[in-house]
């Protein structure tokens, strides 16, 4: 079965510092995705970044970029220049591809940005 | 088009009462999906159709829960003798044949007193 775990419950930063989300994950599967999943307080879940298995090179979106350590099973997330809106909760995600569809969560990190 | 929609956004109800809520996925999505969430967790699949065949139901779906999407578009979720750990955030997503990306309606979130 797979899971996804993320250590770090809570974090808090201020504004325009990078943070780094940390995210591992254990499965038997050679084909996967990797998404980190931003909740806001309130509002609906959006994603933020994903990661195909296959690729080497590291997913980014604008200030938003990932390590991705395949043999490690590590995937976390960089934030760079914090802003007040990247407030909220980070779920770091799985799912298999050609098996079945069901995103496998992590509990998430609260992330807080502080003026 | 505007997402994935749900409703109602609230429901308060008894312990024991029935509780219907529907998802209306993003048009031509033939994925659709049900999560739970309850307070400091991640979502928790619950069951998800490809267009109107349910494909897979978690463990987590009792027999008190039922999920339809009888025409392929929209789903309804149903519980039956609601109890206080149905207490939670129930989160639909849709995602279209071609993508695993799964998009996120604003969640139901349920109360039983």
Not at chain 1, 79 to 102: E, H, P, V, W
Not at chain 2, 95 to 104: I, Y
């Amino acid at each position: 079965a797979q899971t996804v775990t993320q250590s770090q419950p809570e974090m808090s930063v201020q504004e325009a510092e990078t943070v780094t989300l940390s995210c591992t994950y254990d499965t038997s599967e050679n084909n996967y995705y990797l998404f980190w999943y931003k909740q806001p307080p309130s509002r609906q879940m959006i994603l933020v970044i994903r990661q195909e298995a296959y690729k080497q090179q590291n997913a980014t979106e604008n200030r938003f970029s990932v390590n991705f350590q395949k043999a490690a099973k590590s995937f976390s997330l960089k934030i760079s220049d914090s802003q007040l809106g990247d407030t909220a909760m980070y779920f770091c995600a799985f799912i298999a591809m050609n098996r079945d569809d069901k995103i496998i969560f992590g509990k998430g990190t609260r992330l807080h940005i502080l003026p | 088009d505007t997402g994935v929609s749900q409703n109602p956004r609230h429901k308060i109800t008894k312990r024991g009462q029935n509780v219907t809520f529907r998802c209306d996925p993003i048009s031509e999505h033939n994925r659709l999906y049900w999560y739970r969430q309850t307070l400091g967790q991640g979502p928790e699949f619950l069951t998800y159709f490809q267009n109107e065949a349910q494909l897979e139901k978690s463990r987590l779906l009792s027999d008190r829960f039922s999920a339809e999407r009888p025409k392929g578009s929209f789903s309804t979720l149903e519980i039956q003798r609601t109890e206080q750990g149905d207490s939670a955030m129930y989160l639909c997503a849709s995602s279209p044949r071609d993508r695993n990306e799964q998009f996120f309606g604003p969640g139901t979130r349920l109360t039983v007193l």
